[in-house]
């Protein structure tokens, strides 16, 4: 499974982003998947992850109520839409997929792509 992160860029402190994930191989529609971010100096930290189904999703205290995972199977991608954004929320996002359960574990994922920078001014 390959996988690319899309939708980055600059935005105003309460503004909004929608991020995309597309993803290469039949596989990716089985299998679970998140969004975590990293700022330079600082270690990665998860953001948001999604069953395979939608079914189940799970977030991070500090995007709670502001940012939504989604995926479309039939599109192979997956989404991030983050609104009310925080200067705090500056960082490279990235979107990985796992075989097995949904979880909030950086080191469980066996897929990763490139990360997207997203930037939110004050």
């Known amino acids: 499974v390959q996988l690319q992160a899309s939708g980055g860029g600059l935005v105003q402190a309460g503004g909004s982003l929608r991020l995309s994930c597309a993803a290469s191989?039949?596989?990716?529609?089985?299998?679970?998947a998140g969004w975590f971010r990293q700022v330079p100096g600082k270690e990665r930290e998860f953001v948001a992850a999604i069953s395979w189904s939608s079914s189940t999703t799970d977030y991070a205290d500090s995007v709670k109520g502001r940012f939504t995972i989604s995926r479309d199977n039939a599109k192979n991608t997956m989404y991030l839409q983050m609104n009310i954004l925080k200067p705090e929320d500056t960082a490279v996002y990235s979107c990985?997929?796992?075989?097995?359960?949904?979880?909030?574990?950086?080191?469980?994922?066996?897929?990763w792509g490139q990360g997207t920078l997203v930037t939110v001014s004050s």
């Open positions: 191989g039949r596989a990716f529609s089985s299998l679970p």
């Open positions: 990985a997929a796992k075989i097995g359960r949904i979880t909030t574990r950086l080191d469980e994922y066996d897929y």
